[in-house]
């Protein structure tokens, strides 16, 4: 089998003829810091490093270490210009001298860390004139869709691997809202000002299909999966109640999910951290095919217990565990992790290997090549348990 192959039966939910592997993808990929590290491990120091997000703080691995390292999928997403084009609007923190950027619903962001925190949430004021007020942001403009037919196609035409679509956007609904309000402030809506909370789910919903559309129309006939987020999830429960999740955040779901899928077959990845076991049945209904990361560290979300429950309508896609077992443990730890999450998640297809999230530069060198390396050797089908 080729990858392209075995990642098309392993979503089917059959056996290939080993577990298929994503290493930088969206959400399997490192972050800026840790890779140039990871470079200069394989020295490889002189390949240049393309921001894949400057929002998330990744890089794009470069094909060469996709291809040494086996990766099944290759991924195409257009570039975000009103963070990263030569307009991009930059300014300078003067009490630490740390980049802030806005991106492009206006939000200002500061690097900090390895990450983008959110500095200033900027949509303060919780009225129907503030939405109608809103520079929000346009699609259209804020991404280059200009190459990513060309380059869909001709992955497609080769067959070599499987293709997965990222919108540009993470076509997120729930996290979009609170980034503009503020998490507290968002729930407050929620509880308090429903009219409010919905016509702001309204606008991010309509404005999440218009980039589907622009994206689709692109590359909906070339791609194998697509990818969605939004992070449902708190290290042991839900952000919210069922109920709540049904009234505001569900409906807007099913529509955006609906609206992708009548553009394209192909299947509908999302990825939400946390312990989200309590909605996945929503989740399914709503149309998702692949459930990312696979937080096992997270209350409930149990590998076997996932796939007993869920394993014949959901794939899972990730499942390494990034919080202790990656950053902490050993090699031979790492390679157990691999062995279980193998074990739990592949017997009759249905589970594509990667990181739980991208890894940060905690995560030694040796480990990720540990982990890449492990599911070479013990994701041979048939799974020996």
Not at 49 to 58: A, F, L, P, R, Y
Not at 214 to 232: H, K, T
Request: proline share 4%; charged share 25%.
């Amino acid at each position: 089998m080729n990858s392209r192959e075995r990642a098309l039966t392993a979503l089917n939910h059959e056996e290939p003829d080993r577990v298929p592997i994503d290493f930088g993808g969206r959400n399997t990929t490192i972050m800026l810091s840790g890779y140039e590290a990871f470079k200069k491990a394989h020295d490889k120091e002189h390949l240049e490093t393309e921001i894949m997000s400057k929002v998330w703080q990744t890089a794009f691995i470069h094909e060469e270490f996709l291809q040494m390292y086996n990766a099944d999928f290759r991924h195409v997403r257009p570039k975000n210009v009103t963070v990263l084009g030569e307009n991009a609007v930059r300014e300078y923190d003067p009490a630490d001298g740390r980049e802030i950027f806005t991106d492009q619903w206006g939000v200002k962001r500061k690097l900090d860390g390895e990450y983008a925190t959110i500095h200033e949430y900027n949509m303060t004021n919780p009225t129907m004139d503030a939405i109608l007020e809103y520079p929000w942001p346009n699609a259209a403009t804020d991404f280059d869709f200009s190459t990513v037919r060309e380059e869909a196609k001709a992955l497609y035409e080769a067959g070599e691997y499987g293709i997965v679509g990222c919108m540009g956007s993470p076509g997120n609904l729930f996290e979009q809202c609170w980034c503009l309000r503020g998490m507290p402030e968002f729930f407050m809506d929620m509880g308090m000002r429903k009219d409010f909370a919905h016509a702001l789910l309204r606008k991010v919903c309509d404005h999440r299909k218009e980039n589907a559309r622009l994206f689709l129309d692109e590359v909906g006939d070339y791609i194998d999966v697509i990818q969605c987020a939004d992070d449902l999830g708190m290290q042991n429960a839900p952000f919210m109640s069922p109920a709540m999740y049904n009234e505001f955040i569900k409906p807007y779901q099913l529509e955006l999910f609906d609206y992708i899928k009548s553009r394209t077959k192909a299947k509908l990845y999302y990825h939400s951290c946390g312990a989200i076991t309590n909605l996945l049945d929503d989740l399914i209904e709503v149309g998702v095919d692949i459930l990312n990361p696979v937080q096992v560290s997270a209350t409930g979300m149990e590998t076997d217990k996932l796939k007993e429950r869920f394993g014949d309508r959901l794939s899972f896609w990730g499942a390494i565990d990034t919080f202790h077992v990656l950053p902490n443990g050993s090699v031979e730890d790492v390679r157990m992790e691999v062995k279980k999450r193998i074990t739990d998640l592949a017997p009759g297809g249905g589970y594509i290997l990667g990181s739980v999230h991208n890894m940060q530069s905690d995560i030694p060198t040796e480990n990720m090549k540990a982990m890449l390396e492990a599911a070479i050797e013990f994701g041979q089908y048939p799974v020996a348990s």
